[in-house]
């Protein structure tokens, strides 16, 4: 019999003994056929690997003006956010910080994109969307159902950095399988345990990284997903009516979000293959990366923000899905009439109640 000082029992942890036809654990009694545990040991020692990324360089494209439109440059005096827009556009408020009018400038080009979503929702439709929102927001200040306030929203192309790649992965887990049954003495459980071994290759297109410093990341990605069919090769024409965003965080800076983006997206499409156990616990992973192609985007987007107490609340609107993210305040005003209003028709009710008691 010869003892196999490479294979450690997944169980326990102590080595592991060839029995004649299976792998056999004297400390816990568990046994193992040698082709399970040598794909396990390959798969454990690919999971430990250190992920590898592998993304094509972007070169950037000059804008060339095809006279599709007129355009000009505008900056916030404010925040110094620098947005591309029609020269027609009259004084329109910054749609990042909301607190002054943005200045309109000579038009001095910008990076070219690869290619645009064009807004589907209208400012009307964004406006609608917006409002049936925030009626599920409780005890909302009156500031943010002004209709001039409102009326405010730009629609502007945000920037974004489109990731495709494929993912090579291996992910090793630990998990438990509960069973429960019953007679007519005793109620059982019986935990099972596993080791799990997941591999394979994912494909992903169109993962978008926010370009913009002045743009919420969290806002960003919240307002998510697009339906990319519906991209098109840029042309400035689409810009007329919007606002649109020129890129301050390059394709490198956004490398590592990609990364992390990508990774999580792996990871979970992998964790879903293992719902039929229960407590699954990931041990190791590897995810590796390649033909990994970078484009340049617009993406349309409703923005508006509104101030309350000293603070600005920022609200974001999918130009093509009317998808609304944001947070509300509440009027602590409100809050109070309403519980002292609640308050006082409990006690009118139970003065009734006590009264017809008495009586």
Not at 19 to 32: A, I, P, Q, R, Y
Not at 127 to 134: I, R, S
Not at 176 to 192: A, G
Request: charged share 25%; glycine share 6%.
């Amino acid at each position: 019999m010869d003892t196999i000082n490479t294979y450690k029992c997944p169980c326990c942890g102590a080595p592991l003994v060839f029995s004649g036809t299976e792998l056999h654990c004297d400390s816990c009694d568990n046994t193992f056929p040698v082709e399970t545990m040598q794909q396990m040991s390959e798969g454990m020692d690919q999971a430990s690997r250190e992920s590898k990324y592998d993304w094509e360089n972007y070169q950037p494209r000059s804008y060339e003006n095809s006279n599709e439109i007129n355009l000009a440059n505008y900056s916030c005096p404010s925040c110094g956010a620098e947005i591309t827009g029609d020269d027609t556009l009259g004084s329109t408020v910054c749609p990042y910080c909301g607190q002054s009018t943005i200045v309109k400038g000579q038009f001095e080009g910008t990076l070219k994109p690869d290619y645009i979503i064009p807004f589907k929702v209208d400012k009307k439709t964004a406006m609608a969307a917006f409002e049936a929102d925030f009626k599920n927001a409780p005890f909302l200040p009156d500031e943010f159902k002004s209709k001039k306030k409102i009326e405010e929203m730009a629609g502007v192309y945000v920037p974004f950095w489109m990731f495709d790649c494929d993912c090579d992965a291996y992910i090793t887990y630990n998990a438990e399988k509960v069973t429960h049954w019953s007679d007519s003495n005793y109620n059982y459980t019986k935990t099972d345990y596993f080791k799990l071994l997941r591999a394979g290759t994912v494909g992903f297109s169109n993962i978008p990284v926010d370009g913009s410093q002045k743009a919420d990341d969290a806002y960003m990605e919240a307002v998510e997903p697009y339906n990319y069919e519906d991209a098109v090769d840029f042309n400035s024409a689409y810009l007329s009516g919007y606002l649109a965003d020129k890129y301050d965080v390059s394709a490198e800076e956004s490398i590592e979000r990609a990364n992390e983006r990508v990774k999580n997206s792996t990871i979970s499409v992998f964790n879903d293959t293992t719902d039929m156990f229960q407590m699954v616990t990931p041990e190791q992973s590897s995810v590796s990366f390649s033909n990994g192609k970078i484009r340049y985007s617009l993406l349309p987007v409703w923005m508006l923000n509104i101030k309350y107490l000293d603070k600005m609340y920022q609200f974001a609107i999918n130009g093509q899905t009317g998808k609304v993210v944001g947070n509300y305040p509440v009027d602590e005003g409100k809050k109070k009439k309403f519980f002292w209003k609640v308050a006082g028709i409990a006690y009118a009710a139970a003065a009734v109640v006590a009264y017809f008691l008495l009586h």
